[in-house]
T-cell receptor, first 115, second 112 residues
Framework: NAGVTQTPKFQVLKTGQSMTLQCAQD?????MSWYRQDPGMGLRLIHY???????DQGEVPNGYNVSRSTTEDFPLRLLSAAPSQTSVYFC??????????????FGPGTRLTVT | GENVEQHPSTLSVQEGDSAVIKCTYS??????FPWYKQELGKRPQLIID?????GEKKDQRIAVTLNKTAKHFSLHITETQPEDSAVYFC???????????FGTGTSLTVIP
């Protein structure tokens, strides 16, 4: 199992450009999430999905779009990049357990710089 | 929504001493509390977790305690080693498990 994979590892964008951060998992997990990590602020939830075709907003969704057409993939789109979106982005997945929440598995992260 | 607060933000201990990191949460519906360790440039990795029906859980040198009434939970690391140096995050999630809320992290330095 590759687990959770993310591409690219590093990206530099100019203000106003758009791009898609890719995330894939091969563990057949229902739940997938996107977080951004900024110094001193921990991980903040951007968007999440509870299954193919179902997405919802997290704490900081503005400026980002997601879709979930398959169980495996959960891409994050930056519509018009802004310097405030400079951050490290982590994708995570977990499975749905009847007894309650279970641990999330994180991807390696994408370091994004917007100039 | 849930609000998770974590203290301290930085912690330095001598090798062999104990380290304690504390978190509080606001949503009484939260019932799953994982702790993650993140080394520089790496992804967060789960080190221990606890559910609301348990008051304490231990795994070798690491333990977590939970006080549901006070809405706080703590990470205890005993006999610290230099390789314990990292950033530690607490988190909280409800029964549904589709949203996790993280604390702001504690940078632990173990001095040899």
């Amino acid at each position: 199992n590759a687990g959770v994979t993310q591409t690219p590892k590093f990206q530099v964008l100019k203000t106003g450009q758009s791009m898609t951060l890719q995330c894939a998992q091969d563990m057949n997990h229902e739940y997938m999430s996107w977080y951004r990590q900024d110094p001193g602020m921990g991980l903040r939830l951007i968007h999440y999905s509870v299954g193919a075709g179902i997405t919802d907003q997290g704490e900081v969704p503005n400026g980002y779009n997601v879709s979930r057409s398959t169980t495996e993939d959960f891409p994050l789109r930056l519509l018009s990049a802004a310097p405030s979106q400079t951050s490290v982005y982590f994708c995570a997945s977990s499975y749905n357990q009847a007894g309650g929440a279970v641990q999330q598995y994180f991807g390696p992260g994408t370091r994004l710089t917007v100039t | 929504g849930e609000n998770v607060e974590q203290h301290p933000s930085t912690l330095s201990v001598q090798e062999g001493d104990s380290a304690v990191i504390k978190c509080t949460y606001s949503d009484s519906a939260s019932n799953y509390f994982p702790w993650y360790k993140q080394e520089l440039g790496k992804r967060p990795q789960l080190i221990i977790d606890i559910r609301s029906n348990v008051g304490e859980k231990k795994d070798q040198r690491i333990a977590v305690t939970l006080n549901k009434t006070a809405k706080h939970f703590s990470l205890h690391i005993t006999e610290t080693q230099p390789e314990d140096s990292a950033v530690y995050f607490c988190a909280a999630s409800t029964f549904s498990g589709n949203q996790f809320y993280f604390g702001t992290g504690t940078s632990l330095t173990v001095i040899p």
